[in-house]
């Protein structure tokens, strides 16, 4: 078991579980909607053939079921924990499956924050995608800093990796399928704390995803570029 895996989410479950484990034991489970609770914003439970990077055979992940989200209401939520709230080394990796191209994307979709609802006077991080942009943000002293993957062409129905690394005091890097994709030096010093947990899917009054997320891991160290 790695210490320094916060949380994991397979999201194999499927059928009618509201409830998606976290394997990491840190008892950060993650919930279909907002409690548990069969509700209309519950995110569906999809068949997935699983995920390559590029179609290498060694670098994928199984079939399974995976998390679907309509664009309209979705969202997944987990609660704050004390194992949650990062603030030096980050390392978040995802797989991502759009139900449109990214060029298509009307206007910006979360994909998954660590922010509360007033995030631009809290703090916390998160990542978003449009149709110009993949962005991670990250707030330190009320200030928000950004490394953005300009013009993604993620292509519809299609897995893509993505992983995002806050190495501490000063810089962010996103990969998609293992390459990075950009590097930003940001102001040194820690990510700003903030008392709430992990959101998929949504976030406040923002566009909500349309697409399928599978095997989520969250760290509290930096990954390599290996």
């Avoid at 990491?24 to 699983?50: I, K, Q």
Wanted: with cysteine.
């Amino acid at each position: 078991t790695d210490d320094k895996l916060m949380a994991e989410y397979h999201m194999d479950e499927g059928g009618t579980s509201q409830t998606i484990t976290d394997t990491s034991g840190n008892g950060n489970t993650l919930y279909r909607g907002n409690d548990g609770t069969t509700e209309n914003d519950d995110p569906t439970w999809v068949s997935s053939d699983g995920g390559q990077w590029d179609g290498r055979s060694d670098i994928q992940f199984s079939s399974g079921d995976s998390l679907g989200f309509d664009g309209s209401d979705d969202g997944a939520t987990a609660a704050s924990s004390s194992t949650l709230r990062l603030t030096h080394n980050v390392t978040a990796e995802f797989w991502i499956k759009l139900n449109m191209n990214s060029n298509d994307i009307p206007s910006v979709q979360n994909i998954f924050t660590h922010w509360t609802t007033g995030w631009l006077s809290a703090g916390g991080f998160g990542m978003d995608i449009s149709s110009v942009r993949m962005h991670l943000g990250i707030m330190k002293s009320s200030t928000i800093y950004h490394c953005r993957y300009n013009n993604p062409n993620l292509i519809k129905d299609n897995w893509y990796h993505i992983a995002f690394v806050h190495e501490y005091p000063d810089t962010l890097r996103i990969y998609v399928n293992g390459t990075k994709i950009n590097e930003s030096t940001i102001a040194s010093g820690a990510i700003q704390d903030v008392d709430f947990g992990l959101e998929f899917g949504r976030f406040a009054t923002q566009p909500y995803l349309n697409g399928t997320l599978d095997e989520f891991r969250l760290y509290n160290k930096t990954m390599s570029d290996d």
